[in-house]
Nanobody, 123 residues
Framework: QVQLVESGGGLVQAGDSLRLSCSVS????????MAWFRQAPGKEREFVAAIRWSGGSTNYADSVKGRFTISREYAKNTVILQMNSLKPEDTDVYYC????????????????WGQGTQVTISS
């Protein structure tokens, strides 16, 4: 139904920026919630940011407000996570997710997931 593929992860220094991309294929609609989550080893998946495919609404975790920006590019069928002022605490595997119903910050609400991309921030 929906396929998601993340890219753009890497190793950067604290204070630097990264731009993650989520390539979206399959059936989508403007009401779909698109989101980024992250997960450290042994921990539960953590909400980062979400946006409607229409682009009309965004939501951010408190830990990334003012530093990260989520957006969508209709022409390229992608969802972007622009990450600025990166901190070592941002080191995680980042996952793109999609939900056709409610979205939100709970990872259990999302039906579709990418494979993840590693983001590592050195101090």
């Amino acid at each position: 139904q929906v396929q998601l593929v993340e890219s753009g992860g890497g190793l950067v220094q604290a204070g630097d920026s990264l731009r993650l991309s989520c390539s979206v294929s399959g059936r989508t609609a403007s009401y779909y919630a698109m989101a980024w989550f992250r997960q450290a080893p042994g921990k539960e998946r953590e909400f980062v940011a979400a946006i409607r495919w229409s682009g009309g609404s965004t939501n951010y975790a408190d830990s990334v407000k003012g530093r990260f920006t989520i957006s969508r590019e209709y022409a390229k069928n992608t969802v972007i996570l622009q990450m600025n002022s990166l901190k070592p605490e941002d080191t995680d595997v980042y996952y793109c997710a999609a939900d056709p119903i409610c979205g939100g910050s709970n990872h259990r609400n999302y039906n579709y997931w990418g494979q993840g991309t590693q983001v590592t921030i050195s101090s």
